[in-house]
């Protein structure tokens, strides 16, 4: 398969031209890449079973690992699913467009039976990139879409990163430069008490929905994440091994900066010794203290979001420069840090190393 790349920001006129080719193409049944305020998406129409059925072939993706729907607003939203409880519209009201999926009963009617993988709810979501949401205005459908990398590796925060992955895959990538948050959504269930429980945290953190929600909880694979691997997870996708680099991975994590240093010294060291190939991640201000054959930094203790925004593309890097052992900087678990860590503790299989 040739896959058609478009490159976006070269005239107004260009781009809509381009995007309505992608959405065409999107109602006709195939796969195309786009950016989201995310992460990179690979969409396809959510009514067609063909069509996404396409989407889970071209990432290699277990068929139980449900979809995100994304949609151009509230509106279609209410089409796809039987209710909304009120304290999901609360959310959706306050956090679309943006980076927040929320779970709803679905209208099976009206959703491809592989977009939920059999369950009885659908995840939704309005992303706020201006790319996501001209094409989705253009194709007047319901996209289905999955971060657009081959199932297992760092989510795609680039169009290289999409055609590293997916090139000969797909119909199309339409590249609009790098997504914004780096990281994926927030995926949030509102059950009919009233109560929020988060399934993946993301984009939107805990404390924002707090700032609208009473009652928010953590799901609780999440909170056994590392502790327990047969957990069954309400998140079907929750239980694979994401965001995986090719490199054996560690996170040393601790309120006490020294010690945590200390440790991750230690654990480059003995990597050394064994003859490995050592990559580290680390904050900027901290990077200067350790010794490794790869050194990247996610970015300034004082910016967090933009740092976090760094992580999947230094995991590429790392596999790309053949690091054999990773040892990284854990996050504070507050604000975006939470999501962060969640995904360190996924790419290292739950080795997290509290000192
Ligand atoms: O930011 C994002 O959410 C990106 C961009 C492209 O929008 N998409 C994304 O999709 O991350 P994906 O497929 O990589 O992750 C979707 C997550 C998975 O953990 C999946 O199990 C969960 O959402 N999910 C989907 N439908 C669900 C449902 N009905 N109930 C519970 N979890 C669901
Ligand atoms: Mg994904």
Redesign the pocket.
Known sequence: MQTTYWKLGSGADADRRAIEEAAAWLREGKTVA?P????????ADAASDEAVRRIFAAKG?PSD??????VAGMADAERLAQRIPPPAARLMERFWPG?L?V??P?RRDRVAPS???G?????V?M?SHPV?LALLEAARIPIA?????LSGRP?PTTAAHVREDLDGRIDGILDGGP?G?G?????V?AGEDGRITV??P??VSLEQLREVASDVALDGALLQNAAAAEFA????????A?YAPRGAMVVVAGDSAERVIERMRRELAAAAARGAKTGVLAFSEHLPQFEADVAIAYGSLKHPEEAAGRLYGALREFDRRGVEVIVAEGWTETGIGLAVMNRLGKAASGRILRV
């Open positions: 786009f989201t305020e995310t992460v990179y998406g690979l969409g993706r690992n449900p979809l995100i729907v994304h980076p999926t779970v709803l679905c977009v939920t993988a369950l009885a709810t659908v995840a979501r992303p996501a879409a999955p971060s657009a990398n989510s997504a948050v990281l994926e959504s927030t995926v269930e399934l993946r993301g984009g997870p309400k998140s079907p996708g929750m239980k694979y994401h």
